[in-house]
C-alpha cells in the first residue's frame, strides 16, 4: 500500500491539499478493493 508509506514518509501531511489527495488515493483504493 503506497498510500501508508506516502503517509509514513511525509509526516508533514497537514496541507489541506495533500491531505485530499492522500484522501481521493485512499478512496481510489478502497474503490478497487471492493471490487
Do not use: T, V
Not at 4 to 29: W, Y
Amino acid at each position: 500500500m503506497p498510500i501508508f508509506i506516502d503517509r509514513r514518509l511525509n509526516p508533514k501531511d497537514k496541507s489541506l491539499g495533500n491531505r485530499q489527495r492522500f484522501l481521493r488515493r485512499a478512496r481510489e483504493e478502497l474503490k478497487r478493493s471492493i471490487r
